[in-house]
């Protein structure tokens, strides 16, 4: 009697096993229909096996293998369990967060790992502008503004862009315009040189290190600064590894990067058949890029951090750019590391990984001192001439004026705008206030649905709950009291803009956050537009602190970091001190030198002293020496049980069975008192998280293990609950 153990996207934690006679172990990996309940459904065979613990008369018959390309390998199906386990996620609802939407029904089988093409802006198309086009022909313009921001783009891209893109991009091509190229028929060992510039002494001997060990699993730690010139590392590892027949997966944190280093890629390995996979890539486009690399015929494959579970049969060589991303982190369903399961590929495939950043998370830099991981340094800008900006503190205690601007910001603004450079305002809240105010009686907006102040936007003209997205109007008066002057307090991006505006009438601005770049390829347009020039000061959030690279940027200013020094979460400051240094790295990078402002409550805190000289060794040392002293991570390993209900009864209940039961356990580890979170409420649901840590990873792992399996008998139908390992944010 065969057996197939079937994974099944079901929360429950256990395979299900089928009758399969006919199976053989060349079928491990695939798709199969099964029945389930009174319905079919998809399955993936996990493994064979000759007993069931289902006695014979009741074991289901396993109706069809599908006959799909998607197969996973014995390696990958390893990742798989490793995770499942790791994380604490059921195994096959972890199986099915790694096969691609388009791929999880039986009726869309038929896709093959076709020629993927793309297309590139020619010469002449580069010298097109927006004003050959008449108004009326939008899709021409978009396509363009689309291709001014990247002018490397598949058809998937274009596809997204709506269908008078998708016309106009005949015309283009008509035209000559665009020039179409295929992903496959390129020839892996001509890989292009052209652009490649001479390495600077620090990266050659870097690049040569990384050679020497090109075939043995080796954590990379690469801690260059910014400007430093990784990615230039990148590529140059990558080129030994495709001339070996191999392939790269490029992890990088964030959607908004991908554009301009597929182009990079694109432009250094013409030859090479490169795919993209994140959430934009159309879900029809995914399953061809994950077949193409799981065929061995994608040489490259670049993603956000879903693309760790690409198989990828001849994999040489992993790259987590930006590894101390928080992104890298799901906070969902199967709450995943992906530059941990990154190292844990290459670990699988003897095979090198290089961590990249300017600022590593404090975890990675301790494993590099601990010499689990090599620690490689880039001290020096690549570009001949480009320096780290200085960088100043404006101490806010002696500006008592509301504005969000002190007088030497505004300055320093004012010499760009004469000089014709940009700048950049950094302020990471959106909105115009995060609260109104009444001042009569001290009431202020608060959240019907959440513990939480609504935050006013004077786009919408309303208030806005940052926590549900729920939305309402400005109250006139104040509810409790009637007084009509209702004032808002703080200030967000668009207060900001707003006074911008009123100092520098004449200024060219533009605010980037998530709700102007909300629109599909607003963010597209806004890096176009930066470009050309079009823009004098950048107003915005997080979303500009990452990665890009601004030519004529010369400014930034720092507005309202001091929260993060004060705050309850113990990884606050280490955020802190990388957005400081991300956001100073867009200013000066080519040449033209920057200058960087940081205002300020609390001058003399020593995160400002190492910032200030860009010393991330004594920012990391302090921080190491204080989390060790207070028992922190990277000193112990931190589990999260989060739980939520629509009633604080059964939610308090349970988390009190959860303690009980953990502190009843072996191994024993550390279990704190359940503690509502920040931000109680949400949505209706009250919330509750109880956080366990012990020294020793894998005494905390058989720990989890056996709670989580208790917890599961419990049946507790009123509580969602979930364990995030390794959580980021408690
Ligand atoms: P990082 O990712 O370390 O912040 P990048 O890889 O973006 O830095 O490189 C910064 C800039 O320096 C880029 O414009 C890149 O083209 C340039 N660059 C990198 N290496 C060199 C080099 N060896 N010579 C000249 N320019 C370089
Ligand atoms: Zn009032
Ligand atoms: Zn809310």
Redesign the pocket.
Known sequence: MLIAQVALDVPVNRLFDYAAPHLTNAQVGKLAIVPLGRRRTVGLVMGLAEHSAVTESKLKQLETVLPSSIQFSKEDLALLRFCSDYYQHPLGQTVFTAVPPALRHARAQGLRPATIEYYRLSEAGRVIQPSHFSERQRGARLLLAHLQAAPLVNAAQIAALGAAAKRALRAFVANGWLVPGSMTGGRRDQTGFNSR????PE?AHTCREIAEQQDCFLVWLLH???????????LHTIDAVLRAKKQALVLLPEINLTPRVEE?FRARFPDARIVCLHSVVSEAARARHFLAAQAGEADIVIGTRLAVFTPLPQLGVVVV??EHDASYKQNDGLRYNARDLAIYRAKQRKVPVIL?S?TPSLESYANARAGRYRLVH?TA????G?ILPATRLIDMREHRSSSSLSKEALEALRLRLARGEQSLVFINRRGYAPVLFCPSCGWAAACMRCTARMVLHTRTGSLHCHHCGGVAPVPRQCPDCGERELLPVGRGTQRVEASLRDAFPAARLMRVDRDSMARKHAWAQALASIDRHEVDILVGTQMLAK?H?FERLTLVALLDVDQALFSPDFRAAERLFGTIVQVA?RAG??KLPGEVLIQTMVPNHPLFAAALTHDYAAFAQRELAAREHAGFPPFVHQALLRAEALQPKPLQEFMQRAAQLARALKPRVTVYDPLAPAIERVAGKSRLQLLVQHRSRQQMQHFLQAWNEQLAAGNERRVRWAIDVDPLEI
Do not use: C, F
Not at 197 to 200: E, W
Not at 224 to 234: A, D, P, R
């Open positions: 510039p001479i390495l600077t990266q260059g600064i910014t400007g430093s010139g990784k990615t230039e590392i990148y990079l750019d930006e990249g300017a880039l800008r690549a570009q001949p480009a990665g690279d790295g990078r080519a």
